[in-house]
């Protein structure tokens, strides 16, 4: 079975993939992972874990023509403002690597899917995230 | 509490030094800056020494078994690039507390190759590529279209502050290379992350700077004639922000270490003559003009454009060259940066001299985030 490629990103058995985030009850702060004090307001035992959306808009990005030996270039790293809060980075997809064709505040929407059949030492497929215009 | 004055400063010219060691490299630059003091290791009294590579092997006291075993207190500081202004810092606090009166600080690094930043492999599969891209040149160019997002910087105007960096150095002896580089030469160079062109990315050298630090008193009794005063010395670590787990924040730390700078000086940014900030990428000069207060928001690309951060302009920035074309080894980036503003103030400066300079900033950031800020002025 595919593992997820971050701890934030849930596989639950019965239902779809998501993203999680964990929410500050105090200053509303949303934060990936687990943590026991809040970062921004410094208040303990206020986190709780929340479903972040699937949808977003495009705040920033680059277009990596040369990244570590081995790695697939052109790639776009992209910043994103998930609706309903959360700010996730990942690789924005079905879009031509060409600032003309990427705007800002672009929404997208996220896709799970087969983390570009990368394995660990032990043979393990995982799944990743990525972004996709939603036209 | 006495005011810190710099004696002596140096750097090494900066290069590729495959035969020599680190320790070496240093204690070339320690002896440099004792040199330009009139001092010896056994007057230094305490020694920081900042080097990120190899940061649990001891640099300091290694230089110390090249130039002089006194057994003085040596502490070795890491914190990314900015280390070395951490180094040269706690040098200021040591004196400031009135634990010593002379002080020595070095900075050294020596660098591999390729690109900087983390693969991301941790547990599981590398992300690198798969969930964005890690590496610096692309985590600065994220940092710079945001710029370009909020107020329509465009990709020449990024690179035109490489080609200023690259005319700058001509002029800087030490600097790695002296080479004119025009617009479009930089605009056509290998694409390495857009907008970052290979020639908007920092130059992977070998290097070291060195101070030493004296009391008022120290500096009285020493002679005043190239003394330089520091007027502030500030070390911030970034403030939460709410895109701080996918992009590391190079402004917020900046902004609160300028503005902690200008009140401990009590100086505002028209009194800066000019400042040496940190260029470890085109794009993340453009920010940095906003951040220290040397235009308003939004104004950066003008600055640019209308010549005003040029030798001979309003503020002139990276006169050394900058990182882009002066290097950036490092740990020594941020001594190097105090060496370049003190020469200017000491009008020793050559063919690159600003003007009448009276008074000067440096700038460093150390992903993760760390900024160091100096206010130096002419004694």
């Known amino acids: 079975m595919a593992l997820p490629v971050v701890d934030y990103l849930k596989l639950p058995e019965n239902g779809d993939p998501f993203l999680e985030g964990h929410k500050c009850s105090n200053c509303g702060a949303i934060f990936l992972g687990e943590r026991k004090v809040c970062s921004s307001c410094f208040s303990r035992n206020t986190l709780e874990a929340v479903k972040l959306n699937n949808t977003g808009k495009l705040y920033s990005y680059s277009i990596v023509f040369r990244s570590f030996p081995g790695i697939d270039v052109p790639y776009i790293s992209a910043i994103v403002d998930l609706d309903g809060g959360g700010t996730i980075k990942g690789n924005l997809i079905d879009v031509e690597p060409d600032p003309e064709k990427i705007k800002f505040d672009m929404p997208v929407e996220i896709i799970f899917d087969d983390a570009l059949g990368r394995k660990d030492a032990d043979g393990n497929s995982y799944i990743s995230f990525f972004f996709k215009p939603i036209s | 509490m006495s005011d810190v004055f710099v004696l002596g400063v ?147 105007q990024f690179a035109k502050i490489s080609v200023k960096n690259h005319h700058h150095s001509t002029m800087n002896p030490k600097a790695r290379y002296q080479i004119e580089t025009p617009l479009d030469e930089v605009m056509n160079a290998e694409m390495i992350s857009y907008p970052n062109t290979k020639l908007m990315c920092s130059v992977n050298v070998d290097g070291a700077a060195a101070a030493i630090l004296v009391s008022e008193k120290k500096a009285k009794e020493l002679g005043m004639a190239r003394a330089v005063k520091v007027r502030a010395s500030v070390l911030t670590s970034d403030p939460y922000q709410e895109r701080d787990l996918v992009m590391p924040d190079v402004n917020s730390c900046t902004r609160k270490a300028a503005k902690e700078a200008y009140e401990m000086a009590g100086l505002g940014a028209d009194d800066i003559d000019l400042v040496e900030l940190h260029d470890c990428f085109a794009t993340a000069e453009m920010l940095h003009y906003e951040n220290l207060g040397l235009c308003g928001d939004g104004e950066a690309g003008k600055m640019i454009d209308e010549g005003e951060v040029e030798l001979g302009g309003r503020v002139p920035v990276n006169v050394s060259g900058g990182l882009l074309s002066k290097g950036h080894p490092l740990g020594a980036t941020g001594i190097a940066n105090i060496y370049e503003v003190c020469t200017h103030l000491r009008g020793e400066a050559g063919e690159r001299q600003v003007e009448n300079a009276r008074i000067g900033m440096t700038h460093v950031i150390g992903l993760g985030s760390a900024c160091g800020i100096h206010i130096l002025e002419k004694a």
């Open chain 2, 10 to 156: 140096d750097m090494i010219k900066f290069g590729r030094f495959p035969d020599r060691t680190v320790p070496d490299l240093g204690a070339e630059a320690a002896l440099l800056a004792l040199d330009d003091a009139g001092l010896n290791i056994d007057d230094m009294e305490a020694f920081y020494c900042g080097n990120l590579g190899q940061a649990n092997a001891m640099v300091g006291q290694r230089i110390l078994q090249e130039i002089g075993q006194t057994g003085i207190p040596v502490v070795n500081c890491s914190n990314a690039c900015a280390t070395g202004a951490t180094a040269f810092r706690e040098a200021w606090t040591s004196i400031k507390a009135g634990l010593y009166d002379v002080v020595l600080a070095v900075g050294v690094e020596q660098m591999g190759s390729g690109l900087l930043g983390g693969a991301g492999a941790g547990k599981g599969i590398p992300k690198e590529g798969l969930l964005g891209s890690g590496t610096m040149p692309a985590v600065f160019a994220e940092a710079g279209m945001e710029h370009a997002r909020n107020y329509g910087t465009t990709f020449e």
